[in-house]
């Protein structure tokens, strides 16, 4: 039987999923930029009695439009909670900007406050205020089990967090997107890209990202997980920790990602703080595959780091994560290379020193300028910028995406929704043209999980209820002999 990575080399990832997002007819709502204008548009979209007009609704935001909000973007009235769908307008040439502003009351708040499932496409959002400071965390998730989808957005600024869970079992869903400066330098303790606050999740799945200039960790640990997938994508500079994870319940896939400069302070002298660390795992060794990641630290870290007889940077896996990982047969895939790219954000040496020195004066992120358009997109260097499982650089690209291959799509297939919690449907766009003669679902693992024939159907269900949560490679075969292939997250 295959090991799982040789089903990930088969290019079946792709660069942007729908994530569950419909694809059925949806009303449209086009909201006019302005003070309060998005506030007003989704608080007020309501009947006589209160209840939401139609849940199957997009807000629609203008071409490069200014959106300031006087208070946060929520998805809850009276009548209870409901799914958010906010997105620019496609064919977008600049993505629509939130921002906080303050409101009748003079305060500001975060930008979004998540009561229930949230979809936002194509937009800026910051939590940066004009009038001076930055508000706590930009996506407050409250509630058990929501689902939040973020896909090519453009997301700094803020003091503590680019996504907090208070809720359980939340799924969370980041592709094709910008997350920076996350953090004050004086507060070394805060800024996290992720803060679970320790609440179990259900899913993080990260795919075509570039995280970079965030305080204090990653992944603010000690959290349980069912699955978590961090694919192609580039994570630079970040002061204390890394990836802290408590339970491993079920899968994790780690691959094709750049680590530069993480837990800059380093570790104590012959400590075991680890980049990725999990408290337990007891699954088999091909539910957890870390594999082609380039892990560094620049240069002049690393003069820092060996001036110094107590400080050392971290090692990348802890003693769980590389057992699996050798027992994949994967250990020698993952390098460490100084690479170049397009334009990276000025290392924050310095705070190292800071730290050493005990100055407390920590002196991080570059902000000179603002907005901060830094672009981690590899542009050259050894091996690693091919090292990726399919020979394409590693890390984020997402200015011109991940060049893997999307069988599906140009076959003329497509699949929906993804994730799939009952029914994953298949439709044949180019149906008057092949026909499909199978429809396979196969694990990371190799085994055909499920398998039924399509026929002439345009449209084909597939029940997928049944199989357990985890990810899956849908294969469909056409009467062309040709083969189409697509990852799907089971949720």
Same mark, same amino acid.
């Given at each position: ?36 204008? !998005?506030?007003?548009? /989704? @608080? ?7 209840? *939401?007009? &139609?849940?199957? =609704? +997009? ?124 953090? !004050?330098?004086?507060? /070394? @303790? ?7 606050? *320790?609440? &179990?999740?259900? =899913? +993080? ?124 047969? !994967? ?161």
């Amino acid at each position: 039987m295959k090991n799982a990575y040789s089903y990930l080399k088969t290019g079946s990832f792709v660069i942007l999923m729908t994530f569950g997002i419909s694809l059925t007819a949806q009303r449209i709502v086009q909201v006019p930029q302005g003070v309060g204008t !998005l506030n007003d548009a /989704i @608080d007020g979209d309501t009947t006589a009695t209160g209840d *939401r007009v &139609d849940l199957n =609704t +997009i807000y629609e935001l203008e071409n490069g439009g200014i959106y300031k909000l006087n208070r946060s973007v929520e998805n809850e009235n009276s009548k209870g909670t409901f799914p958010l769908h906010i997105r620019t307008v496609p064919g977008y040439t600049t993505r629509a900007f939130l921002q906080p502003t303050p409101g009748t009351g003079g305060s500001t708040d975060r930008a979004f406050r998540v009561r229930d499932d949230l979809t936002v496409e194509g937009v800026r959002v910051t939590n940066k205020v004009d009038a001076g400071g930055f508000e706590d965390q930009i996506f407050r998730i409250y509630n058990d089990n929501s689902r939040v989808v973020i896909d090519d957005c453009e997301i700094d600024e803020a003091s503590q967090s680019a996504f907090r869970t208070d809720g359980e079992n939340v799924r969370l869903f980041i592709s094709n997107s910008y997350i920076s400066n996350i953090g !004050l330098p004086t507060d /070394i @303790d805060n800024g996290r890209f992720i803060d679970t606050r *320790r609440n &179990d999740v259900d =899913t +993080i799945w990260l795919e075509n990202n570039q995280i970079y200039n965030i305080t204090s960790r990653w992944i603010r640990g000690d959290f349980d997980v069912n699955v978590l997938y961090v694919n192609q994508t580039t994570f630079a500079n970040c002061a204390q920790a890394g990836f802290q994870i408590g339970e491993l319940k079920n899968e994790m896939i780690f691959t094709n990602n750049i680590i530069k400069n993480s837990q800059i302070y380093g570790r104590d002298t012959g400590d075991t703080e680890a980049i990725i660390e999990i408290d337990e795992f007891s699954g088999p060794s091909s539910d957890l595959v870390i594999s082609h990641n380039n892990v560094y630290w620049t240069s002049d870290l690393v003069t820092i780091f060996n001036g110094n007889d107590t400080l050392e940077p971290v090692e990348f896996l802890d003693s769980i994560a590389n057992a699996n990982t050798v027992m994949n047969g !994967l250990d020698n895939t993952n390098f460490v290379e100084s690479i170049s790219y397009s334009n990276a954000a000025p290392v924050p040496s310095g705070i190292l020193q800071d730290f050493i020195n005990g100055t407390g004066t920590f002196t991080a992120w570059d902000r000179s300028g603002w907005p901060y358009d830094y672009d981690y997109t590899p542009t050259g260097g050894p091996s690693s910028y091919i090292g990726g499982d399919m020979g394409q650089p590693v890390g984020g690209l997402v200015t011109q995406g991940i060049g893997l291959v999307e069988n599906i799509k140009k076959l003329g297939l497509e699949i929906y929704p993804n994730p799939a919690t009952s029914i994953l449907t298949v439709n044949n766009l180019n149906h008057n043209k092949s026909t499909i003669v199978k429809i396979s679902i196969v694990s990371l693992t190799g085994q055909v999980v499920m398998e039924q024939q399509a026929g002439i159907a345009v449209i084909t269900d597939v029940n997928v209820s049944n199989l357990p949560n985890g990810v899956y490679i849908l294969k469909t075969q056409l009467e062309t002999g040709e083969f189409g292939t697509q990852t799907f997250l089971k949720n």
